[in-house]
């Protein structure tokens, strides 16, 4: 046990969880973009209200999240307590810096993780603390006539407290009454500042899994010359450009929405 304790303790044991807590919130930026991909629908934030009603209300995704929550708490953590011990063991800077990409990355990524951390903090404050836990946001009511296939929406206002969806049929009329996390989410990205600020962190995700997706691989020993084109391709094109690109859009859609209202 005290072996156990003393590897995770020691700077190998620290890279190896960043590395394991790392991939993990990889994969949740794949769901997350996926949701998130539902804001373009032109349904008036039917199909995104359902989505967040499922994420916050199916048992076993809620067991996730908090894991979610721990590993990127975990994930500061450590980050911080590494760079600190570096900054320590080489207070003086290389006289020659390389000017690449990747290692202007892997120089700065205590910067870029600085700038995600407090992103997450507003950014679950105003959608995911809100929306569990405040009275700010809204409902919606949904009727999708089942012959037509048309659907009308209206704001709702439950008559009981603690409401959080309901779906029924009338007359062959579906009616979905749902939490409006949409609306929400359209009031704050009529904000240039969120909106910029929004832009700037996915920019520094960009960066930051430029180098941290693959850092997490040669960290695990998981580095082979067959597959480390295909780790190179996955780190750069997917995680580095695809997905802070779309995460980008989303504000930028919305704020120029706002603007033609």
Same mark, same amino acid.
């Given at each position: 046990?005290?072996?156990?304790?003393?590897?995770?303790?020691?700077?190998?044991?620290?890279?190896?969880?960043?590395?394991?807590?790392?991939?993990?919130?990889?994969?949740?930026?794949?769901?997350? &973009?996926?949701?998130?991909?539902?804001?373009?629908?032109? !349904? !008036?934030?039917?199909?995104?209200?359902?989505?967040?009603?499922?994420?916050?209300?199916?048992?076993?995704?809620?067991?996730?999240?908090?894991?979610?929550?721990?590993?990127?708490?975990?994930?500061? &953590?450590?980050?911080? &307590?590494?760079?600190?011990?570096?900054?320590?063991?080489?207070?003086? *800077?290389? %006289?020659? #810096?390389?000017?690449?990409?990747?290692?202007?990355?892997?120089?700065?990524?205590?910067?870029?993780?600085?700038?995600?951390?407090?992103?997450?903090?507003?950014?679950?404050?105003?959608?995911?603390?809100?929306?569990?836990?405040?009275?700010?946001? *809204?409902?919606?009511?949904?009727?999708?006539?089942?012959?037509?296939?048309?659907?009308?929406? %209206? !704001?709702?206002?439950? $008559?009981?407290? *603690?409401?959080?969806?309901?779906?029924?049929? $009338?007359?062959? &009329?579906?009616?979905?009454?749902?939490?409006?996390?949409?609306?929400?989410?359209?009031?704050?990205?009529?904000?240039?500042?969120?909106?910029?600020?929004?832009?700037?962190?996915?920019?520094?995700? /960009?960066?930051?899994?430029?180098? *941290?997706? #693959?850092?997490?691989?040669?960290?695990?020993?998981?580095?082979?010359?067959?597959? !480390?084109?295909?780790? /190179?391709?996955?780190?750069?094109?997917?995680?580095?450009?695809?997905?802070?690109?779309?995460? %980008?859009?989303?504000?930028?859609?919305?704020?120029? #929405?706002?603007? /033609?209202?």
């Amino acid at each position: 046990m005290s072996e156990f304790k003393q590897t995770f303790n020691s700077s190998l044991g620290k890279k190896l969880i960043m590395a394991l807590t790392g991939l993990f919130l990889c994969t949740f930026l794949i769901v997350h &973009v996926g949701g998130n991909l539902l804001l373009f629908k032109h !349904d !008036d934030g039917f199909a995104f209200n359902s989505y967040a009603n499922f994420l916050t209300h199916f048992p076993p995704i809620e067991v996730v999240a908090w894991i979610l929550y721990l590993c990127i708490i975990i994930h500061a &953590v450590y980050a911080l &307590v590494l760079t600190i011990k570096n900054r320590k063991a080489r207070p003086v *800077g290389y %006289a020659v #810096q390389s000017k690449s990409p990747t290692s202007w990355s892997s120089r700065n990524m205590g910067i870029l993780g600085s700038i995600l951390l407090l992103f997450i903090v507003i950014h679950m404050g105003d959608f995911w603390f809100n929306y569990k836990y405040q009275e700010t946001i *809204g409902f919606k009511e949904y009727r999708t006539n089942l012959a037509t296939n048309e659907t009308t929406v %209206a !704001d709702y206002k439950p $008559e009981v407290a *603690g409401f959080e969806r309901s779906i029924s049929t $009338e007359n062959n &009329v579906e009616i979905v009454r749902v939490k409006d996390l949409h609306t929400r989410i359209q009031w704050s990205f009529s904000h240039l500042w969120y909106v910029v600020f929004y832009v700037i962190a996915m920019g520094a995700v /960009s960066f930051h899994l430029l180098h *941290g997706f #693959q850092s997490a691989f040669k960290t695990l020993g998981w580095v082979h010359k067959k597959y !480390d084109g295909i780790v /190179s391709f996955i780190g750069t094109w997917l995680f580095a450009v695809i997905i802070p690109l779309l995460f %980008a859009a989303m504000p930028i859609v919305y704020y120029f #929405q706002s603007l /033609s209202k």
